[in-house]
């Protein structure tokens, strides 16, 4: 028999956390609980629902409210592992009113880690960090580079992951902490760029460009992702930081251009070029060399194979995609 262990996924109703929740639910012998501020969301969105109800099970939990509610919860349950998804993201809506994003981001994380520090039953915590903490990027940057990061979402994480270094140093606390750049794939929430392009395709809507699309940005498919997270939680050392990223870079604009190729459509006839967003980095190239070679890990999802997976997958929901909002939609 395959042998389980107990996880609790806080986010679980975030694309990235959903994806993880899905991968651990490939071995029958695990224990979900998986945390949320919302209730569940549609199939479309959680490709978990529709599992074994004895192996998930699902809290709404809000970090920033019922703080007292989740560490109950974590002490009556005595997770194996914690895995921290959440947080509030979209580092261009972080301007307006950003001490909610460090409230989010950093006094609930510390709340949070603080009574973990010292939680026996607790074998492993892994933190979902973000590239963005390094601002812009020269180069492919390593774990070790300085911090200087440009919008209140990135200085808000990086006060987060600041404050989980100093209990390694202190508490010995059992942390690994992953930076992936930006993750793609179905399910996930439409405003982002890949899936809203496909559904402003099918739509005839116009293609904002930002700055005419000339950021770099590295996509990685959200099951590379989840695998590496997995890897890093049973096979990482303490107190590292794991980045996850693909082989190579891609332009907004290439992106942009390379969806319309595969559904079909003439990139200058459905885009127009706007002014860049405020604090936007021009480039996000990390490397994830120490991933490879400590964690045996590597992408194995193409971009192409990916995007395609995406069209599919909105074409398969369209009746109920085609209704739903495309914009960030803030919550806190």
């Not at 390379?258 to 006839?269: A, E, G, H």
Request: glycine share 6%; hydrophobic share 40%.
């Amino acid at each position: 028999m395959v042998s389980g262990h107990k996880y609790v996924v806080i986010g679980s109703n975030s694309f990235s956390g959903s994806d993880f929740i899905d991968l651990l639910l490939e071995n029958p012998a695990n224990k979900i609980i998986g945390v949320s501020r919302s209730s569940e969301k549609s199939p479309v969105f959680l490709p978990y629902k529709g599992t074994d109800a004895e192996q998930f099970c699902f809290s709404k939990i809000d970090l920033n409210r019922d703080m007292p509610q989740l560490l109950d919860l974590l002490d009556l349950e005595q997770p194996d592992y914690v895995v921290n998804f959440a947080a509030l993201l979209e580092p261009g809506y972080s301007w307006k009113n950003p001490e909610q994003w460090f409230y989010t981001n950093a006094v609930s994380l510390v709340r949070l880690a603080d009574h973990l520090k010292t939680a026996s039953y607790l074998k492993r915590y892994v933190h979902i960090s973000t590239p963005e903490v390094y601002g812009s990027c020269q180069g492919y940057i390593r774990e070790d580079a300085p911090l200087n990061p440009s919008t209140p979402y990135a200085v808000s994480k990086a006060a987060g992951d600041l404050f989980l270094f100093t209990l390694v140093k202190s508490f010995s606390f059992p942390m690994v902490m992953i930076r992936a750049t930006n993750v793609y794939g179905a399910h996930q929430q439409l405003y982002r760029i890949i899936p809203r392009t496909v559904v402003y395709l099918k739509l005839g809507q116009k293609i904002e460009l930002h700055g005419g699309g000339e950021a770099i940005k590295s996509y990685i498919h959200i099951r590379d992702v989840s695998r590496g997270e997995l890897l890093a939680l049973h096979e990482g050392k303490n107190g590292a930081i794991y980045h996850l990223s693909p082989n190579e870079s891609i332009s907004i604009r290439e992106l942009v251009r390379m969806i319309c190729k595969r559904m079909n459509y003439v990139f200058q006839d459905v885009t127009t070029d706007v002014a860049e967003r405020v604090g936007q980095d021009a480039a996000y190239t990390i490397d994830s060399s120490r991933a490879r070679q400590e964690l045996g890990w590597g992408p194995q999802i193409s971009l192409q194979h990916g995007i395609d997976e995406v069209i599919k997958w909105v074409e398969q929901h369209w009746d109920d995609i085609q209704h739903r909002p495309l914009e960030y939609e803030h919550w806190f």
